[in-house]
């Protein structure tokens, strides 16, 4: 997401750059080339006429001419002034009220709010609360059938609505089938339409007033751009919205809605959708992904992907083996396992400052494939050979790569590098963060 962006205002800022002192002449050519980048991504016009002004406003004062540092100042500014733009301060769900509380799910067909539902009900379990899935849907092919799916690959439990159902009668009866459940938050998914209609909305009003929701959150797809600020403004005006899933936003390069909404709406975009599986749902933190359109990098969310994945006993285990010097292939092989769960190498690697805009690591695909080879490889090896990797001859290679799919090469590759990793551990054992930087010397 924001790829395009990025990159313009990365050539712009380079420019500024090169310039050392800053007038107000380079100041307005830059300021100039950032609107119509800002414009190209579908960022409303009337907030990218407005954020230029704020930064001009700032840019042109003392802030930025008297600074050491006038180009790295600048960036500074419209760092600031993209995160106000999108909300400052990431805005949480509101689960307030007697239990079981209520939160409504809303948008146009397609949006993605039957996933969404199964994806905030993940992120409500981490909470150490008790999600019920309410499908509300009963016009939608399959939308019920969808839902109660999602519920038993999520050992989720779900109100079991039928076609005929009125939606209203749904979360009547399902607040009280919640509540017998023990379960303490329902995910109420409603129906949607092609377009914006008023019986959409009439139906819409009578569940509302029916579950007294805590939240209303509005699931606009980020790939209609301006098309998703314009629906935000129109359910808000019908339900008084609560707040916005941006869902999709791995599939949109342009990401002009994320910036446009909160100004236009005055709601926050809560949560964005960034993948298709169940934990692809993070939430949206303004500061943090002004850091990542600006080409600054993520690390706080790559933290936090990290300690939501790693066991602390195994870690605790690990560190221990590290010291000792018997990181065997199973633990390479655990390692491999815990990046995958944290999601595309390509995002991690785009999160991290510095390293994203590179063009080498841009044009870097890494394959899913090769993580699933590696693991089948070591899988396929027997406990001894796991552990003494040493007794791995020729035969025992044949062997494994036969029982893993691969060829001898592959074999001969990932004992390249589990070595490599070895060494790499030996030397940081023994001279801690020198020796890991003297191992990166050339010579």
Partial sequence: MFDNLTDKLSLVFKKLKGHGKLTEKNIEEGLKEVRIALLEADVHYKIVKKLIADIKERAIGQEVMASLTPSQQLIKIVNDELTLLMGSSNEDLCLSGSPPVSIMLVGLQGSGKTTTAGKLSVLLRKKGKKPYLVPADVYRPAAIEQLTKLGQQLSVPVFPSSAGMDPVQICQEARISAHQE??????IDTAGRLHIDEELMTELCRIKDTAQPSDILLVADAMTGQDAVNIANAFDKALDIGGVVLSKMDGDARGGAAISIKSITGKPIKFIGIGEKLNDLEIFHPDRMSSQILGMGDVLTIIEKAQSMVDEKKAAELQKKLKQNQFTLDDFRDQMVQIRKMGSLNDLISMIPGIGKSKQIKNLKVDKKEFVKIEAMI??????????????????????????????QDINQLLKNYTQVMKMIKKFSKGGMRGISRSMLPF
Avoid: F, H, W
């Fill in 182 to 187: 023990g379960c303490d938050t329902l995910l």
């Fill in 379 to 408: 899988n396929s090896m027997t406990p001894q050979e796991r552990r003494q990797y040493t007794i791995i001859n020729g035969k025992r290679r044949k062997r494994i790569a036969k029982g893993s799919g691969t060829s001898v």
